[in-house]
């Protein structure tokens, strides 16, 4: 048996990047996974495929978060597949185009709230009534929120909202023996990272990073199995800034 038999998981945007790599590690620890993707289908076949071939139950829902009534479609549906909902991983992000905030249009704005922060604050709140006792939540933060960088102003206000959000839902279902906590990932070697950067800005995050890369997704994978282990059980209200040593 592994840590996880027998409990049910929800990852967002799980086809690509961290999401991946967390389902991945969930599965291999024996969880049920369901998670969303908005487009990469095929991305989403292939994770499937490797969680079934490592003996892991997972399933992938198209949904685009930012779509009305996407957010709480997606735990719901994974509790009536797999008969509750234990584990809650919010890893879907979008980023607009790095602009300074002069330039950041309206629209580009109420995308990236919608999906990082609304469509989070919905699922927490969907968690908060049905989750059962003793389960997990983690919120997928950023650096940017104390390290910020001028162009991204709409990405790091949605993950600061994230980042609040997380706080007082940790207060509201401690009793409950539910755990919430933000896990916020430095440089990571991400299409979304590798999508708003440079090479020369990726090449400067690799010098100020203690130990000397980018980091993976599976180094931020196995930050989330600790923290939604039966050893993450006395960490709640936290920020863990893995990182690798940025600040």
Known sequence: ??????????????????????????????AAVVFNYA??????????RQAGKAGGTVVAVQLDLAEPGAAEE???????????LDILVNNAAVHTEVVPIAQTTEADFDRVMAVNAKSVF????????????????????????????????????????????????????????????????GATDTDLLNAANEPEKLAMAVAMTSLGRLGRPEDLADVVAFLVGPDGRWLTGQNIRANGGVL
């Not at 409990?7 to 024996?30: F, H, Q």
């Not at 487009?39 to 499937?48: I, N």
């Not at 997606?74 to 509750?84: D, F, K, S, T």
């Open 1 to 30: 048996m592994t840590v996880l038999t027998g409990k049910a998981a929800v990852v967002t945007g799980g086809s690509r990047g961290i999401g991946r790599a967390v389902v991945l590690r969930l599965a291999r620890d024996g």
């Open 39 to 48: 487009r990469s289908r095929d991305a989403a076949d292939e994770v499937v």
């Open 74 to 84: 997606l735990p719901a549906m994974a509790e009536h597949r797999l008969g509750g």
């Open 122 to 185: 919905l699922t927490v709140r969907y968690a908060a009534r049905h989750m059962r006792d003793g389960g997990r939540i983690v919120n997928i933060s950023t650096l940017n929120t104390i390290f910020p960088a001028p162009g991204n102003a709409a990405y790091a206000a949605s993950k600061g909202a994230l980042e609040q959000l997380t706080l007082v839902a940790s207060r509201e279902l401690g009793a409950r023996g539910i755990t919430v906590n933000t896990v916020s990932p």
